[in-house]
C-alpha cells in the first residue's frame, strides 16, 4: 500500500570525510548516444548494489572544480558504504554545456535524462562487479527530476532488467510531474529545504500521490536552501539576482548524508 510521509527535521550526526575512491571512465551506449561516464568502485571483485547518479543542469564535467566537488564527496561516501557509482554525462556526451541559462533545452529531465539512466542501468547489470537486482537512482536539481520522472509507473522500462531498487531526489523542481499527477513505482525519497521556493509544490505532488504510489517521503530542512549538501557554498541568488536562492548547510548536509546511504542500502 503506498503512503505519503512528510518529515520535518533538525538534523543531527556529523558526516566524517573518507578517502577517495578509484574512478575511471567508461563509455555507455545510450539511445543514439555513447555516454561518457564517470565509475566510482570499491576494492574488491564484488558483486556490489550499485547507484546511478544523474548530475544537474550544469552538467558533470564542464563546471567549475569547487561546484563538481560535491559529487566526488557522494561518491566518496557511497564506495565507502560498499556502493558501485556511476555518473552518465548527459551534456558533455552530447557535446553540450551547461543548460541551466537554456530556454530551449536541448535534453529534457522527463525525456532524454530518462533513457540515459536506463541505459547505465543496463550496462551495470552486464558488469560481474554489480548486484544486478540492487541498483538505485540519485539525482540532484535537474537530475533529481529526472529520477522522478524515471521511476513512474508510466515509464516502468520493457528491456527485461531488473528495474530499479528506489531513488532519492534532491531539490527537483517538480511542477511539471505534479501535473502529471506524479507517483513513483519503487521507493522514493526526496530531500529538499524549507526555504527552497520549489519545495511547496514538491510537497503538494507527494500528497497527491497519496494512496496510489510506491513509498514516497519528503524530508525537508529548516531554513535550508536549494543545493543545501554542497560544502562552503556561500547563500546566493542563482544566477546573480535570477532564479533560485542557493547556498550550503550544513546540518541538512550531515543528515543527507546519513540519510541517503541507509535508503539506498534498503
Not at 558526516?15 to 577517495?20: E, I, R, V
Not at 532488467?161 to 501535473?179: K, M, Q, W
Request: charged share 20%; glycine share 10%; with cysteine.
Amino acid at each position: 500500500m503506498g503512503f505519503r510521509k512528510l518529515i520535518i527535521v533538525l538534523a543531527g550526526a556529523a558526516w566524517c570525510a573518507t578517502a577517495f575512491a578509484a574512478q575511471e571512465t567508461v563509455d555507455i551506449p545510450g539511445d543514439s548516444v555513447t555516454l561518457h561516464s564517470t565509475l566510482y568502485k570499491p576494492e574488491g571483485d564484488g558483486p556490489f548494489p550499485a547507484v546511478v547518479a544523474l548530475h544537474d543542469c550544469s552538467g558533470l564535467t564542464h563546471r567549475p572544480a569547487d561546484e563538481a566537488r560535491i559529487y566526488t564527496e557522494w561518491a566518496n561516501l557511497l564506495v565507502a558504504k560498499g556502493f558501485i557509482v556511476l555518473f552518465p554525462d548527459s551534456f558533455g556526451s552530447r557535446g553540450l554545456g551547461s543548460q541551466c541559462r537554456e530556454t530551449e533545452r536541448k535534453v529534457h529531465a522527463r525525456q532524454e535524462r530518462v533513457t540515459d539512466a536506463n541505459a547505465a542501468r543496463r550496462w551495470l547489470q552486464t558488469q560481474s562487479f554489480v548486484k544486478g537486482d540492487h541498483i538505485s537512482l540519485l539525482g540532484w536539481s535537474n537530475g533529481g527530476s529526472a529520477a522522478l520522472w524515471t521511476v513512474r509507473p508510466t515509464a516502468k522500462p520493457k528491456d527485461g532488467g531488473t528495474d530499479f531498487r528506489s531513488a532519492v531526489a534532491f531539490y527537483p523542481s517538480c511542477r511539471r510531474l505534479r501535473e502529471t499527477a506524479w507517483s513513483a513505482r519503487v521507493p522514493t525519497l526526496i530531500l529538499t529545504g524549507s526555504s527552497d521556493e520549489l519545495t511547496p509544490v514538491c510537497q503538494q505532488m507527494v500528497a497527491g500521490a497519496h494512496g496510489r504510489t510506491a513509498r514516497a517521503e519528503i524530508v525537508v530542512y529548516p531554513g535550508a536552501l536549494h543545493e543545501f549538501d554542497r560544502a562552503n557554498t556561500p547563500v546566493r541568488p542563482r544566477g546573480g539576482g535570477a532564479g533560485v536562492a542557493h547556498g550550503a548547510n550544513g546540518s541538512a548536509r550531515n543528515d543527507a548524508f546519513k540519510r541517503v546511504s541507509e535508503w539506498l542500502a534498503r
